[in-house]
């Protein structure tokens, strides 16, 4: 009975140093940070020191292009998850980065067919939506 009222002491004391914001919670506790990018759009990243290389970690994800030595077009490709790494002229890590790259519903509609699923794309004329898949790396 002792351990109980101790635990609920300890949970009253939190709550109220969280409430009077005296102790807080790390930003990126609840939130994953990553960098969002929709399929089939392109979103640039403008860097402050010149980069040397440019890694990612699934290109059937996302795709990474440097436009120039500070700037990088990075291209969703397909729903999901992976990460960037740029690193600099001298070898040290710029940036590592989860990119999730989520699917553009703007101006689309699902139909659904038994267990087949077409997208349209609705502008303004509802069309079926062009995937385009790009050819092999070399």
């Known amino acids: 009975m002792a351990d109980k009222k101790m635990t609920d002491l300890k ?5 109220a140093l969280l409430g009077a914001g005296i102790l807080t919670y790390p930003a990126g506790a609840t939130e994953i940070q990553a960098i969002q990018v929709q399929t089939d759009q392109a979103h640039i990243l403008r860097l402050d ?12 994800i996302a795709d990474a292009v440097m436009q120039d030595a500070k700037t990088i077009i990075l291209t969703g490709r397909n729903n999901g998850v992976t990460n960037l790494v740029v690193i600099d002229q001298s070898g040290d890590t710029l940036l590592d980065e989860k990119v999730m790259v989520g699917q553009n519903d703007l101006a689309t509609t699902r ?12 502008t303004p004329i509802c069309e079926p939506k062009v995937k385009v898949v790009a050819p092999p790396r070399s």
């Open 11 to 15: 949970k009253f004391i939190v709550a």
């Open 49 to 60: 020191k010149p980069v040397k290389s440019v890694i990612i970690g699934n290109d059937a």
């Open 111 to 122: 139909v659904f067919r038994g267990s087949n699923m077409i997208v349209l794309s609705c």
